[in-house]
């Protein structure tokens, strides 16, 4: 009888998961899956633009808002990929609960929508250049983002250290014994 026309017992079931679930030395290369993670590191290269561009293009993240005269949407745009995230009043799920798709509640529905997508993608940073009157339906959406958890400025590049430099940078993912006594210092009120 061939290996292939046994009959499956336990011991053979059990031998072929051990054997599937042991990890093995390989020679492949580790896919980062999180593409973003050099971005929360602050080590990823960022754009710098030229210093003639008006907005400029130092961000990794943007916030682009287009209102028509019927929906409004809002994209985070990366500066390689283009937009990642997008909310819009057109969609159906957002313009069922909706009186009008572009009164003030719309904007503001928009931005808690927009900013629990961010959340959950993992985007909690962005710039954003979009100038607002305040008290207007655009301001209130761009609060109702910041309120929500995202913040609109970005940390700055880490720069490149070189071994002649005197002072090093601390690095965000590195915890020093000055920053850990600051956290267990009493607070004195």
């Known amino acids: 009888m061939s290996r292939s026309a046994r009959p499956l ?13 042991t990890p093995q030395a390989s020679t492949e290369y580790v896919i980062n899956r999180n593409p973003r993670n050099l971005e929360r590191l602050r080590i990823a290269y960022k754009p710098g633009g030229y210093h003639l561009e008006k907005p400029g293009r130092s961000y990794w993240h943007t916030l682009e808002i287009n209102a028509s005269g019927r929906y409004v949407s809002a994209d985070v745009k990366h500066f390689e990929n283009g937009t ?3 909310a819009s009043t057109s969609e159906w799920a957002i313009k069922q609960q909706l009186y009008k798709t572009n009164d003030t509640s719309a904007f503001v529905n928009l931005g808690r929508v927009l900013a629990h997508r961010c959340l959950q993608s993992g985007i909690t940073e962005m710039t954003c250049n979009v100038e607002a009157v305040p008290g207007s339906k655009l301001q209130k959406l761009l609060k109702t983002i910041q309120d929500n958890g995202v913040s609109f400025t970005e940390p700055s590049r880490l720069p490149n250290e070189q071994p002649w430099d005197e002072k090093r940078h601390e690095k965000p993912w ?8 600051v956290l267990d210092a009493p607070k004195s009120k």
């Open 174 to 181: 590195e915890v020093s014994e000055e920053a850990l006594e």
């Open 9 to 21: 017992t336990s011991a053979r079931v059990l031998h072929k998961i051990k054997e599937l679930t």
């Open 84 to 86: 990642i995230l997008s």
